[in-house]
């Protein structure tokens, strides 16, 4: 079993930043990939980013890409998500998510094949 806590989210002004952070718990946290995902009002969750768990692959959705960085510490535990440049279509509840069998093979950007999840954390970006 895997718990996960996000926090970081709030509101913010377009051009901004935020961090995000989701902790874990679970002795076996460096093994697993971790991802982000996000769900607006009315649209289906997305992916955004994912780290491998030795955190050396990462990836990213086209729209996020150099604007937003996934970071990990293993011996914290944690998963980040720094968020800049931030616009009005970036407003979303943002979760993380984590299981064993995902790999950057398979199963990486979608939401069908994580397990376990966080409840999430708004962020809302104004005009």
């Known amino acids: 079993q895997v718990q996960l806590v996000e926090s970081g989210g709030g509101l913010v002004q377009a051009g901004g930043s935020l961090r995000l952070s989701c902790a874990a718990s679970?002795?076996?946290?460096?093994?697993?990939?971790m991802g982000w995902f996000r769900q607006a009002p009315g649209k289906e969750r997305d992916f955004v980013a994912a780290?491998?768990?030795?955190?050396?692959?990462?990836y990213y959705r086209d729209s996020v890409k150099g604007r937003f960085t996934i970071s990990r510490d293993n011996a914290k535990n944690t998963v980040y998500l720094q968020m800049n440049s931030l616009k009005p279509e970036d407003t979303a509840v943002y979760y993380c998510?984590?299981?064993?069998?995902?790999?950057?093979?398979?199963?990486?950007?979608?939401?069908?094949?994580?397990?376990?999840w966080g409840q999430g954390t708004q962020v809302t970006v104004s005009s």
């Open positions: 679970g002795r076996t946290f460096s093994s697993y990939v």
């Open positions: 780290i491998s768990g030795s955190g050396g692959r990462t």
């Open positions: 998510a984590a299981d064993p069998r995902v790999s950057f093979t398979a199963g990486l950007t979608s939401d069908k094949t994580y397990d376990y």
